[in-house]
Nanobody
Framework: VQLQASGGGLVQLGGSLRLSCAASGGTVGNYNMGWFRRGPGKELEFVAAIRRTAGDTYYSDFVKGRFTIARDNAKNTVNLQMNSLKPEDTADYYC?????????????????WGPGTLVTVSS
């Protein structure tokens, strides 16, 4: 499956953005789908994931209550709604897909990665 993320941009503190990950060559419902990010000078970190078929969702502590991950089966996309954005949310955001079981918080669980989309939150 090939992935393409979009929707990044510049937003002010407290604003919202919606990232979208379009999949081709595969159906998002058949994959565990995740979002990771890498901020300036930081390591890659888990943001959110949705498990294939059952649709269980997982969030990192620093986005829980602010971000929502959801599948759009009709459009074959996975979206990340980001509200109450903070400057520390500034990062390149990456969409990823995999089929392995286990803990979806780890990047090693995923086999397919798309190019990042940059989110910048100004104060």
């Amino acid at each position: 499956v090939q992935l393409q993320a979009s929707g990044g941009g510049l937003v002010q503190l407290g604003g919202s953005l919606r990232l979208s990950c379009a999949a081709s060559g595969g159906t998002v419902g058949n994959y565990n789908m995740g979002w990771f990010r890498r901020g300036p000078g930081k390591e890659l970190e888990f943001v959110a994931a949705i498990r294939r078929t059952a649709g269980d969702t997982y969030y990192s502590d620093f986005v829980k209550g602010r971000f929502t991950i959801a599948r759009d089966n009709a459009k074959n996309t996975v979206n990340l709604q980001m509200n109450s954005l903070k400057p520390e949310d500034t990062a390149d955001y990456y969409c990823t897909a995999g089929r392995r079981g286990g803990d979806l918080h780890y990047s090693g669980q995923y086999d397919n990665w798309g190019p990042g989309t940059l989110v910048t939150v100004s104060s």
